[in-house]
């Protein structure tokens, strides 16, 4: 714990060469495998898809990217071989346009997000390490020591961990408070950031619990995970150590709808003066 959450040699600094950044879903329409996956447009569909909301979003002026298989509804705590190499393939075609920092998470198997992160050459994952949790997918327990293992063994040591304390469609079968929670997690875990998150997608996240986790691990950097709009994003930079955003992006604020270019634009307008103020 001896870097500082923010600032020159903090991980979002060497991650996004910047304070308080923002992190971009690109949220993947449901893969080959899912129930909702559109078999007769294919591929070329998902990757179509992406390229759109990529463009938008590196013109937008968003810091840094994540990739998330957000439509393979209902989600799953282990993640089949098809989504793995659907991923993987998505993403290989999307990177000789990316021009930003980017990362993976597959809902919700940290070693498969581990995999695909080290195939394609992502920075960091976002997944949910620790806890045992009553979840809509049933009885989750994750299990970070595998997570870890695996990073290592698959030579993948470069990859930023980003911890997900408080998962969305869960919750936990013993609760702690957040500080303590978020101390462990660092400590014992080895957490290279934390995110704080509202119960499901596109919901927003307590800034009580931010605070809280922050004055627990203040080397170690919070993030807002799901919720922040446009108007409340300068509200939450100002507890936060950065965002990450999806929902708030999107046409008419709705989750399955393609990235809005006029949001994106008003979004980053109050990122900007959020930074200005502080």
């Not at 009580?208 to 108007?231: D, Y």
Request: proline share 7%.
């Amino acid at each position: 714990m001896s870097e500082r959450a923010t600032g020159p040699g903090s991980v979002l600094e060497q991650l996004f060469g910047r304070e308080r950044p923002v992190i971009a879903m690109m949220h993947l329409p449901p893969l080959p495998g899912r129930p909702l996956y559109d078999s007769r447009a294919g591929m070329a569909a998902i990757v179509d898809a992406l390229r759109r909301d990529l463009e938008v979003l590196q013109e937008g002026g968003v810091d840094g990217l994540l990739f998330c298989n957000e439509g393979d509804r209902p989600y799953a705590l282990k993640i089949d071989r098809a989504q793995v190499a659907a991923m993987a393939a998505a993403i290989g075609e999307l990177r000789p346009y990316l021009s930003l920092p980017y990362g993976v998470d597959l809902l919700w198997d940290p070693l498969a997000a581990l995999a695909v992160a080290q195939a394609v050459r992502a920075s960091f994952v976002r997944e949910v390490f620790t806890g045992v949790y009553d979840s809509d997918m049933g009885l989750w327990q994750p299990d970070a020591a595998a997570a870890l293992d695996y990073r290592r063994q698959i030579g993948a040591e470069h990859i930023k961990l980003f911890f997900n304390i408080e998962p969305e469609f869960a919750r936990p079968l013993s609760p702690r408070p957040i500080g303590a929670l978020a101390r462990s997690v660092v400590v014992s875990s080895l957490a290279d950031a934390i995110l704080i998150s509202g119960p499901m997608a596109g919901a927003e996240a307590d800034l009580s619990h931010i605070r809280e986790a922050k004055a627990a691990v203040p080397s170690t950097p919070v993030l807002a995970n799901t919720g922040v709009r446009i108007e409340t994003v300068r509200a939450t930079l100002a507890v936060a150590d950065g965002v990450i955003v999806g929902t708030g992006l999107k046409r008419d604020g709705y989750t399955w709808n393609p990235v809005d270019p006029e949001r994106v634009r008003r979004f980053m307008a109050e990122v900007r003066a959020a930074r200005e103020e502080a």
